[in-house]
């Protein structure tokens, strides 16, 4: 018989409280840390005692009360789907509760498991030292939660060191590796290996592994078993906004993911310990990820294999974000299309994204996704201290899209076996050529192979640069020669040259030299008088040497003077004397003007979708329509819930505003083409549906794409 419901005061957006039949009451004390969900069906407390919990549930049953989370899916289970259990502060001891022989929390039904703080994320700073039971409510030891139910829910919890070597976990060989939430079928053979719409979300793990690749979150087959044994992918699994932090020797990968398609990895932080070499890929999917988004990771590798003399491993290379079909290890699934690697501030790794594809095609009938990855988009992620590569595509991983990436301080140790010189590279296309991807826009202080990627430097600025060099006046100093010719007894004449000499400016570029110079000798002759009437006859001749621009290093001019005399005789004066010549260069200034370099960008697609409707199954249909470009992102279906809580009895209330998935998927659509898509609603989203009671309920549709997000408004009713 199903338990009867208690009654909660909440406010849904345009739905009044009645028409959704929420049914549990919770008033919470102003001392209490968490928040209630809006509805409560069974409590876990340590020792079933309510004295951790908050006030609002001090009504509740001791029957559905429970000390172990085991004992409350159980009665879950019992009672239908679409239960939430609501776990207490404190600490839960997963190896000393009875959990089976595999220490798990086995889900077998869709429900939802809401920790202390399920509405609010662990902090990115968290360590070990924050794991407090005062303010979480912590599992620890054991081996976690085995999932094995679509539409499940599991938020706010904290998992600590469930390192339990479970026997039927595979591929542990004794070592300590399982996963806190594993999320398989456990089918044996052929089929469904995961699970649909499956929510991780504001959890805090710490410390669970042991240097093997399991993943703290584990959705599909994966490495478990053989590719050929999956016969479908799973779609709206959703991680988002968890923290992992990991000591020495309890390394593991945050995140294993494979047999999805739609998955959504995002707002996650991990954190391995500084200059660990057994650290692993933090996010990590292997083989049958269709259409998964990554987006806004934080992902701390701890610079692995970054000290002196240490080797990286390029055979299994160790990525902040790692999507890949097969490896040493073995061949995962076909590698899938449109994944989509966005807003991640990667550090540390040994390459920071790797997106790798032996073209792997494992033949099934009909074909889940084609081998890959392929023709996905790496966009506006930020890398720095990569060991060896910032962005690693091989030559199989065609069709991509990598724009807007900034790396660096990658590779500053150079990597001996490839002779690369520190800096190297902040990209790689294994193809040799960027003509199988489309590169663009991506930035950083080393370099690129091939050098087409057109990697914009960070290193080089464009700036005006004004050089002013001064050529020193350059002087000449002319001497005078005097001849003296003996008295004659005919008429002679006196003959004046006056010479004026004007010199143009000069502009100059080159570097100063010395030279030197002969001076420029005027001679004068002076003729004696004479007996007879002379007349005097004076010529003047004026040389004017046109402006000129010529390229002469600075002078530095030595004058030597020359002096000829002829035997003493009777003479008269000089007549003329030429004055000396002074010659003077001018300042010259040269001005460099700056460059300027114009990026084209691709064209960003144009994005609309029709009206969503209700169909059978609970799925909810529009059809996308896309110009300009490929269209490639998410659809999402989401409800904003007002909460109204009383605090204890003083009448006066806080407001809580949540947003609620109700169904996720990814689309591709071709330019210029249109494209019906179908909607399944997850758990929330068919309780809401139902609450209404035949009246609509009001939610959001977000659609992402490269050209950014758009809202829509959707109005949905039961036929």
């Known amino acids: 018989m199903r338990r009867t419901p208690r009654v909660i005061s909440v406010w849904l957006c345009t739905l009044s409280l009645l028409s959704l ?66 776990v207490c502060r404190g600490t839960y001891d997963m190896s000393t509760t009875p959990y089976g022989s595999d220490e798990q929390v086995d889900i077998l039904n869709s429900l939802t498991i809401d920790g202390y703080n399920w509405d609010v994320p662990p902090s990115p700073s968290d360590t070990s030292s924050s794991v407090d039971p005062t303010t979480q409510s ?26 339990f070597n479970a026997p039927d976990a595979p591929n542990c060989s004794g070592s300590a590796c399982n996963s806190s939430i594993d999320v398989q079928s456990l089918v044996s053979g052929e089929g469904d290996q995961g699970e649909n719409g499956v929510t991780v979300s504001n959890n805090f793990f710490d410390n669970t592994g042991g240097g093997f690749q399991n993943g703290d979150v584990h959705f599909g087959d994966g490495q478990d078993g053989p590719n050929n044994d999956v016969t479908a992918l799973d779609t709206s699994d959703v991680i988002r906004d968890n923290v992992f932090t990991y000591a020495e020797s309890f390394e593991n990968n945050a995140v294993q993911m494979s ?64 999507i890949i079909d097969g490896d040493l290890n073995g061949v995962y699934g076909n590698g899938c299309t449109d994944q989509i690697v966005t807003g991640n501030t990667i550090s540390g790794f040994v390459y920071d994204i790797s997106m790798i594809s032996n073209n792997d095609d494992d033949g099934a009938d009909p074909e889940l996704c084609s081998p890959g990855p392929s023709d996905y988009f790496v966009t506006d992620n930020i890398l720095s201290n990569a060991r060896m590569y910032g962005i690693y595509v091989t030559a199989d991983a065609t069709g991509g899209t990598i724009s807007g990436n900034v790396a660096s301080d990658t590779d500053s140790e150079g990597y001996v076996t490839d002779s690369y010189a ?18 663009t826009n ?106 000129t621009t010529t390229t002469v290093p600075p002078t530095t001019t030595t004058t030597h003077q020359t002096t000829t005399t002829s035997p003493p005789t009777t003479t008269s004066p000089p007549t003329t004397t030429s004055p000396p010549t002074t010659t003077s260069s001018a300042p010259t200034t040269t001005t460099s003007n700056p460059t300027t370099t114009t990026t084209t960008n691709p064209p960003k697609p144009t994005i609309n979708v029709s009206v969503a409707t209700l169909g059978s199954g609970n799925n909810v249909f529009t059809t996308v329509y896309c110009a300009n470009a490929r269209c490639s992102g998410t659809l999402e279906l989401t ?52 609450a209404t009671n035949g009246r609509r309920l009001t939610c959001e549709l977000t659609l992402t794409s490269a050209a950014g997000t758009k809202h829509e408004s959707v109005s949905l009713r039961l036929p």
């Open 259 to 322: 047999d999805t398609t739609g998955g959504l990895v995002t707002g996650n932080t991990v954190t391995y310990p500084t200059d660990d070499d057994s650290s692993l890929s933090a996010l990590w999917f292997p083989g049958f990820d269709q259409g998964t988004t990554v987006s806004n990771n934080t992902l701390n590798g701890g610079g692995i294999d970054s000290d002196s003399g240490a080797a990286p491993d390029t055979a299994d290379p160790k990525s902040g974000i790692k």
């Open 21 to 86: 039949g929420f049914t549990v009451a919770v008033a919470t004390s102003a001392s209490a840390a968490g928040t209630l969900p809006a509805t409560v069906n069974y409590v876990v407390a340590p020792g079933a005692l309510l004295s951790a919990c908050p006030s609002g549930l001090s009504t509740f049953s001791p029957s559905d009360v429970f000390g172990d989370l085991a004992a409350a899916v159980a009665a879950a289970d019992t009672a239908g789907s679409g239960q939430t259990i609501y």
């Open 639 to 690: 409800k904003t819930i007002t909460t109204k809580v009383e605090i204890g009895h003083s009448k006066r209330y806080t407001v809580h505003t949540t947003i609620v998935v109700l169904g996720r998927i990814s689309y591709t659509v071709a330019k210029g083409s249109q494209r019906q898509f179908s909607i399944q609603l997850n758990t929330a989203g068919v309780k809401l549906l139902h």
């Open 138 to 163: 912590v599992f620890e030891n054991g081996a976690g939660i085995l999932v094995q139910s679509s539409g499940v829910t599991i938020s706010g919890l904290t998992f600590y060191e469930n390192n």
């Open 442 to 547: 991506n930035s950083g202080d080393g370099s690129s192979y091939p050098s087409t990627i057109n990697e914009v430097s960070t290193t080089t600025s464009t700036s005006t640069t004004t050089t002013t060099t001064t050529v020193p006046p350059t002087t000449t100093t002319s001497s005078t020669t005097t001849t003296t010719v003996p008295p004659t007894t005919t008429t002679s004449s006196t003959t004046t040259t006056s010479t004026t000499t004007t010199t143009s400016t000069t502009t100059t570029t080159v570097p100063p030299t010395t030279t030197t110079s002969t001076s420029t000798t005027t001679t004068t002759t002076t003729v004696p008088p004479t007996t007879t009437t002379s007349s005097t006859t004076t010529t003047s001749t004026t040389t004017t040497t046109s402006t």
């Open 422 to 439: 520190p800096g190297q590279y902040d990209y790689y296309d294994g193809s040799g050529n960027s003509t199988g991807n489309t590169w």
